[in-house]
C-alpha cells in the first residue's frame, strides 16, 4: 500500500453518490456517509493535496482513472 494516501473527501462522496444513483440505492446523507466510512477504521484530516489544504481520507482511494 502507499504511504501517505489520501483523498479529498469530496470526491470519494461524489463518486458515491454516482455510483448508488447508477444502480437505483439510495445516497445517505454526507454526515451518515462519513460516519459510515469512519466505522469502517478510516480516518480524515485538512491536507495539503493538489496546491491546497482539503479535507481528505487517509488511507482511501478510488481505483481507475482519476481527473485530478
Not at 1 to 25: F, L
Request: charged share 30%.
Amino acid at each position: 500500500p502507499k504511504q501517505n494516501m489520501k483523498t479529498p473527501k469530496e470526491r470519494i462522496y461524489s463518486v458515491y453518490c454516482v455510483w448508488c444513483k447508477d444502480i437505483g440505492e439510495d445516497v445517505l446523507t454526507r454526515k451518515a456517509f462519513n460516519s459510515r466510512v469512519r466505522g469502517h477504521g478510516y480516518s480524515d484530516k485538512a491536507a495539503w493535496l493538489h496546491g491546497r489544504t482539503q479535507k481528505c481520507w487517509l488511507h482511501l482511494t478510488l481505483k481507475g482513472k482519476s481527473d485530478e
